[in-house]
Nanobody, 111 residues
Framework: VQLQASGGGSVQAGEALRLTCTVS?????????ISWYRQAPGKQRELVAR???????YYADSVKGRFTITRASARNTVYLQMNSLKFEDTAVYYC?????WGQGTLVTVSS
């Protein structure tokens, strides 16, 4: 199983980005949950959003109302739409399946 994250970049505060996690080796519609985490410089990795077939979507309080996680099962892909980006959203973003991490994509937001 491999996860390939992409879509990161440098943006101004208030702008948007869409991150893409392309999954190979397993069908995502067979997975109970898929998540996005992030790790800012000097901080611990934290859960940003999770898509669960049992509980629906979960969002960290810091991104609620701004970020949206979606599964595109036909493409075996998971997206993280990030709107109204803030400086504090700057981090490396990782997609995650149970026991499998992607390589991360860097998001830099300048204020």
């Amino acid at each position: 199983v491999q996860l390939q994250a992409s879509g990161g970049g440098s943006v101004q505060a208030g702008e948007a980005l869409r991150l893409t996690c392309t999954v190979s080796g397993i069908r995502i519609n067979n997975m109970a949950s898929i998540s996005w985490y992030r790790q800012a410089p000097g901080k611990q990795r934290e859960l940003v959003a999770r898509s669960s077939i049992f509980d629906g979507a979960y969002y960290a309080d810091s991104v609620k109302g701004r970020f949206t996680i979606t599964r595109a099962s036909a493409r075996n892909t998971v997206y993280l739409q990030m709107n109204s980006l803030k400086f504090e959203d700057t981090a490396v973003y990782y997609c995650y399946l149970p026991d499998v991490w992607g390589q991360g994509t860097l998001v830099t937001v300048s204020s």
